[in-house]
């Protein structure tokens, strides 16, 4: 009795452990390739999952995310016959488990030396200077073949890099003679577009200070005559005032004379005050009236008022 029940406890441990065995966890961005009978039979995307024993196998795990491969670098000869190294990087993504699986037996090692081929054929279609020019032409070219060549692998090609462009020394050494010469030469035609540009510079500062200064010159010149005219104005105005007060007071003296009453030898005695000043001016001629028929009288009359 105790047999019996001994091999059922066996059998469904082993039941049991096989089951557990075949309990399997597909994680996030993979998938697995499941084979029945050595027939593809399905494909497990990612969660929980359960293999039947002595059934199903799994044919392949696959990484869904996009993968980087770096090729090492591959002797090619450009047109114009110069040997080079290029080595190539290449991002691919698996879109379909099924043909990955069953469309080529190693798809990496396929990929390498389709890109190898494929990048000897277009260098030799173009010259050393086109090849080192031409990078972003040469990596979409690349890639487009690529792409069309591993579609039936379940690959899809995203990229394709032309990571180091090697050429011989020999080259490298006259490229850079090359550049020097090009550096030297764009140094020179710069100092003189630079010294071209500081000439008309200065021309142009000369110039604006030559307008300037005759401009200065103008308004200072109009200032000047401005100031002359106020001056010669203000002159006039004075001489004017002057002659105003002048005979102001000469109407004012003869008003007053005229108030007083004055005798005939008070009026000959203002007429020579009078033509005595006259006399001291500048005048070259003076003419004497008639009237002074009695200057013998009055100068009588003006020697005794002195002596009083």
């Known amino acids: ?108 090692f396929a990929i390498e030396n389709l890109t190898a081929t494929t990048l000897r054929n277009m260098i030799g279609e173009l010259d050393l200077d086109g090849t080192l020019t031409s990078r972003d032409t040469i990596n979409t070219r690349m890639r487009t073949i690529l792409d069309e060549a591993t579609d039936a692998w379940g ?23 090359q550049m020097k010469a090009e550096r030297e030469r764009r140094e020179l035609i710069l100092r003189a577009e630079g010294e071209k540009n500081s000439a008309i510079l200065l021309a142009e500062g000369r110039k604006q200070s030559a307008i300037l200064d005759a401009v200065a010159e103008k308004q200072a010149a109009i200032l000047r005559a401005e100031a002359e005219r106020e001056v010669k104005i203000r002159e006039a105005e004075g001489e004017a005032e002057a002659i105003l007060k002048v005979q102001e007071a000469t109407a004012a003296g003869l008003k007053m004379l005229n108030e007083v009453k004055p005798d005939k030898e008070v009026l000959t005695l203002k ?36 002596n009083k």
């Not at 001629?285 to 009237?291: A, F, M, R, V």
């Not at 013998?296 to 005794?304: C, D, H, N, S, Y």
Request: with cysteine; charged share 20%; glycine share 4%.
């Open 1 to 108: 009795m105790i047999g019996p029940i001994v091999a059922i406890v066996i059998i469904l441990v082993l039941v049991l452990i096989a089951m557990i065995t075949n309990i399997h966890v597909v994680p996030q961005a993979h998938a697995y390739v499941i084979e029945r009978l050595g027939s593809y039979h399905e494909t497990w995307k990612n969660g929980l999952h359960l293999k039947i024993p002595f059934i199903d196998r799994i044919s392949k795990r696959v990484n869904l995310m996009e993968q980087v491969v770096d090729f090492p670098p591959q002797s090619v000869i450009t047109k114009d016959n110069v040997r080079m190294q290029i080595d190539t990087i290449v991002y691919y993504q698996i879109t379909d488990c099924k043909l990955y699986a069953y469309g080529v037996t190693n798809p990496i």
């Open 155 to 177: 690959i899809k090609v995203n990229r394709v890099e032309l990571k180091n462009i090697i050429p011989p020394r020999e080259i490298q050494d006259a490229m850079e003679k």
């Open 271 to 306: 007429s020579l005050e009078a033509w005595a000043k006259v006399a001291d001016g500048q005048a070259t001629k003076i003419i004497i009236p008639s009237e002074l028929q009695g200057l013998a009288g009055l100068a009588t009359v003006l020697t005794e008022a002195s």
